[in-house]
């Protein structure tokens, strides 16, 4: 029996990184219904207002209840379901990076992913998963995580544990990850858990049999998860689109071939990451790469990648000839993005340019050893370190001040010492 494939196109919103105003979700959701989404998959992190035991949890700028509330309405209202993203073994750096909650950590000195034998553990994550589910009345899905778990039975505890009930890395794994599958069967029997597969890509079948068994009707139910942006390079802040096309052409032609294979192809996620990992810089920022969502969600509805789609995205966000280039919801960031590709090649070129190394290098600068000559039309041709930023209209402070000090501020403080000391140095030999 060919799988059945249900039309589901969940939309990710990395939250960990650059959380948008709730505002500007209200621009954009009616763009993700009009390129075919369905829904949404919403990583919180700490941008849930988590309370009582885990109050501490929730960021500075965490959404509050009504603002959670709020999100829910403005999905509801462009017809897309809501699919919370709740990490429960790896990426708890949020959790595990306070006093609080270092006991759990598999690592004392790394806060990234908890000790599954610890018992403390299902109890805090349990704590999460129901403070989420509790503001999602209505839910069908619950993914939790499960991605990456890169430490697991280094302590004491799990290596005794492994060695007295005789069981490998694997079956630790699975052993957690049943136990947060069993809480939520339990707890709430409509709902379906979902979670990434890769640490299951390099699981024996027999293991994944035996410790599955109880959930060998879910096996059957896959989903794939694809990108949009954030999968190309963790530092880089202009989405390549055309990566992105080919990625999902791919998608299509696997499914194509494996979906036999399979009772029901539930559709795809659409990852969109920001950082990637709670201690990672920010990467490309999501107003910049919605060109490439769009034409993305666009390609998984027709199945291919045509003029048309490219024409039709184009339109919808307002491409032209003029100056500005587009005119969408944060368009302004999509401009700046592609200005700062030119700074900083600029910026690159300035300081690896053959006249500034051979006469304006740091050596000379120290010595005070240099020629106005040379030097003077060198400083004329600087980099202008202008950056415009709408970034107070879509994000909180925080992802402004982060943005500034990693990307912009230090090429700024760089070329302004260099500057500086150098036109010293000139007016000195004036005198």
């Known amino acids: ?30 763009l993700f219904k009009k390129w075919g989404a369905t829904g949404l998959l919403i990583e919180y992190e700490d941008m849930f207002p988590y309370t009582g ?29 809501v699919v919370p993203l709740v990490q429960t073994f790896g990426h708890l750096e949020f959790v595990l990076k306070h006093e609080k909650f270092k006991s759990l950590r598999e690592m004392s000195n790394v806060p990234t992913a908890l000790c599954p034998s610890n018992p403390d ?17 209505g839910l069908r899905w619950f993914h939790i995580g499960a991605d990456e778990v890169f430490h697991l039975g280094i302590c004491e505890r799990c290596k005794k544990r492994m060695e007295e009930e005789n069981i490998t890395l694997q079956q630790l794994f699975f052993s957690h990850t049943r136990s947060v599958l069993l809480y939520i069967k339990e707890k709430y029997p ?23 068994e109880k959930f060998s009707k879910v096996f059957p139910n896959i989903w794939i998860g694809s990108a949009f942006k954030g999968a190309t390079g963790s530092c880089l802040y202009v989405t390549n689109i055309s990566f992105h096309i080919d990625n999902h052409l ?20 659409v990852t969109g990451w920001q950082r990637y990992d709670h201690y990672a810089i920010l990467c490309e920022l999501l107003p910049q790469a919605l060109p490439s969502l769009g034409i993305c969600l666009n390609v998984i509805n027709k199945g291919t990648f045509t003029q048309e789609i490219h024409t039709s995205v184009s339109n919808d966000l307002k491409f032209n000839t003029d100056i500005p280039p587009c005119d969408f919801p944060g368009s302004e960031i999509y401009s700046d993005m592609l200005h700062f590709v030119h700074l900083e090649v600029a910026y690159e070129d300035y300081f690896h340019n ?50 500034l000090e990693v990307f912009i501020n230090p090429k700024i403080r760089k070329l302004s010492k260099m500057v500086e000391l150098v036109r010293t140095q000139l007016d000195s030999d004036r005198d």
């Open 1 to 30: 029996m060919a799988a059945k494939e249900e039309d589901n196109r969940l939309v990710h919103l990395d939250l960990k990184g650059a959380p948008p105003k709730i505002e500007y979700l209200e621009q954009i959701f009616p």
């Open 53 to 81: 035991e885990l109050a501490e949890l929730a960021s500075e700028y965490a959404y509050s209840k009504e603002g959670i509330e709020r999100i829910l309405q403005l999905a509801e209202d462009n017809d897309l379901l």
């Open 121 to 137: 553990s299902i109890t805090a994550v349990s704590m999460m998963i129901d403070q989420v589910i509790d503001l999602h009345p």
């Open 190 to 212: 409509s709902l379906t858990a979902i979670m990434w597969d890769d640490m299951l890509r390099f699981t024996e079948l027999p293991v994944l049999l035996d410790i599955w």
């Open 250 to 269: 791919a998608w299509l032609s696997v499914i194509q071939k494996e979906k036999l294979k399979f009772q029901n192809i539930r559709g795809f996620a």
């Open 354 to 403: 053959e006249g500034k190394i051979t006469w304006m290098n740091e050596y000379h600068v120290k010595r005070n050893f240099i020629n106005p000559v040379h030097v003077e039309p060198l400083l004329a041709q600087g980099v202008s370190p202008d950056c415009r930023t709408v970034f107070p209209d879509i994000f909180y402070d925080h992802t402004i001040e982060e943005w």
